[in-house]
């Protein structure tokens, strides 16, 4: 069964424009991961916010994490049209990785 | 190309036949895991190895279905009896044990008709 739940499902914007996706989660964590996937393949991690971490950046991405409400967003900034692909959150409680049912986000050139 | 590997990338089988598929992680990765994807949805885990043991496995992973990894490398995953719920990706992951991010694979895609 999936923990997580992204909203909103789907995301259109248009380049240059930031896009913000949320997570939401339902069991303790040790951390809790993003990843995207484009049509057809496989995921690539794209950042990791630990349980006892509030923010985090890397690049065009900032994750936020709130243990209280279970929750995370993904905030992808300045987006480009190569930022088009599905993304995931995954929560890690110390066995394999618990996924959501992702946001695809649209991102028009 | 160092990163993992899957094959076949595509599978159509009829429904009642065995399909077995194969992943090649990161060479010095301990642990890999197996995932499975239906269309819309995040991947479900199915099972992982730590080395050589199978350490855990989903309750999806029905007996008709069975992973092994001999001498820690590449794993195998094999249904067996497909039937047409079967259709997903397939996808296969490996990591570091002291590591928390999972290195994926392309997937593969079966279809049972």
């Known amino acids: 069964s999936q923990q997580g739940e992204e909203d909103p499902q789907a995301l259109s914007i248009q380049e240059g424009e930031n896009a913000t996706m949320n997570c939401s989660y339902k069991t303790s964590i040790n951390n809790l991961q993003w990843y995207r996937q484009n049509s057809g393949r496989g995921l690539v991690h794209l950042i990791l916010i630990r349980s006892n971490e509030r923010e985090k950046h890397s690049g065009r991405l900032r994750v936020t994490l709130d243990t209280s409400k279970k929750s995370s967003s993904l905030l992808i900034t300045a987006s480009r049209a190569a930022d088009t692909a599905s993304y995931f959150c995954a929560t890690d409680a110390g066995r394999a990785l618990t996924f959501g049912s992702g946001t695809r986000l649209q991102v028009q050139p | 190309d160092t990163g993992v590997s899957q094959d076949p990338r595509h599978k159509i089988t009829k429904r009642g036949q065995n399909v077995t598929f194969r992943c090649d992680p990161i060479?010095?990765?301990?642990?890999l895991y197996w995932y499975r994807q239906t269309l819309g949805q995040g991947p479900e885990f199915l099972t992982y190895?730590?080395?050589?043991?199978?350490?855990?496995k989903s309750r999806l992973l029905s007996d008709r279905f069975s992973a092994e990894r001999p001498k820690g490398s590449f794993s195998t995953l094999e249904i067996q009896r497909t039937e047409q719920g079967d259709s997903a990706m397939y996808l296969c992951a490996s990591s570091w044990k002291n590591t928390d991010e999972q290195y994926f694979g392309p997937g593969t895609r079966l279809t049972v008709t």
């Open positions: 190895f730590q080395n050589e043991a199978q350490l855990e």
């Open positions: 060479s010095e990765h301990n642990r």
